[in-house]
């Protein structure tokens, strides 16, 4: 019986060693040479203090800054929580879900009269989406103009500079990245 678990263990010990150590140290390693940025989780960095990543959405709720799309996650922007509601469009909760985030939105600017667009109003996929449409980026800037004092032609062209077009002008949308519109937005007022 010692003659067959002894294979059986050492082969256990090489591939445990193998695809265990060997193989994540390797990838991490790679990952580090050729794409350290990535490879660190995306972290966004100001004035040598990182503020957040690239990849995961923050809570915004002050007026003076653009809002990302909501969160589905509990508590609220818990990344270690990453999922969706999975509500259907038929579901109540869902529609007073988005109600009482379209009322925030009314309350937080009542002269907005256009159409909410819908990624202010529901979660992604992940619930920490970092990346709203342009149209949701459009939709608050009087609302951040407003609440720094500036003017809303000088706040729409920051958002027209953050606007990140079709990659080779087919795949994906466009979209903005709301960390670094208000990182931007910080910086330039």
């Given at each position: 019986?010692?003659?067959?678990?002894?294979?059986a263990?050492?082969?256990?010990l090489l591939?445990t060693?193998?695809?265990?150590?060997?193989?994540?140290?390797?990838?991490?390693?790679?990952?580090?040479?050729?794409?350290?940025?990535k490879?660190?989780?995306?972290?966004?960095?100001?004035?040598?203090?990182?503020?957040?990543?690239?990849?995961?959405?923050?809570?915004?709720?002050?007026?003076?800054?653009?809002?990302?799309?909501?969160?589905?996650?509990?508590?609220?922007?818990?990344?270690?929580?990453?999922?969706?509601?999975?509500?259907?469009?038929?579901?109540?909760?869902?529609?007073?879900a988005?109600?009482?985030?379209?009322?925030?939105?009314?309350?937080?600017?009542?002269?907005?009269?256009?159409?909410?667009p819908?990624?202010?109003?529901?979660?992604?996929?992940?619930?920490?989406?970092?990346?709203?449409?342009?149209?949701?980026?459009?939709?608050?800037?009087?609302?951040?103009?407003?609440?720094?004092?500036?003017?809303?032609?000088?706040?729409?062209?920051?958002?027209?500079?953050?606007?990140?077009?079709?990659?080779?002008?087919?795949?994906?949308?466009?979209?903005?990245?709301?960390?670094?519109?208000?990182?931007?937005?910080?910086?330039?007022?």
């Amino acid at each position: 019986m010692l003659t067959e678990i002894r294979p059986a263990l050492l082969v256990l010990l090489l591939l445990t060693l193998l695809t265990g150590i060997a193989y994540p140290l390797a990838v991490t390693g790679i990952a580090q040479v050729a794409m350290p940025a990535k490879a660190n989780g995306s972290l966004v960095i100001t004035n040598g203090k990182t503020v957040g990543s690239s990849l995961i959405g923050q809570c915004w709720d002050d007026p003076k800054w653009f809002w990302g799309r909501p969160s589905a996650t509990t508590p609220a922007c818990n990344g270690a929580a990453s999922s969706g509601s999975n509500l259907g469009p038929s579901n109540p909760a869902l529609r007073e879900a988005v109600q009482k985030r379209i009322e925030a939105l009314q309350q937080a600017d009542p002269t907005a009269k256009d159409l909410v667009p819908a990624d202010l109003v529901t979660t992604s996929a992940s619930g920490l989406d970092p990346d709203i449409s342009p149209e949701a980026a459009y939709f608050q800037v009087h609302r951040v103009a407003l609440s720094r004092g500036l003017g809303d032609d000088a706040v729409r062209k920051l958002v027209e500079q953050h606007v990140t077009p079709r990659w080779l002008g087919l795949f994906g949308e466009p979209h903005v990245q709301v960390l670094q519109l208000n990182l931007a937005l910080e910086q330039g007022h």
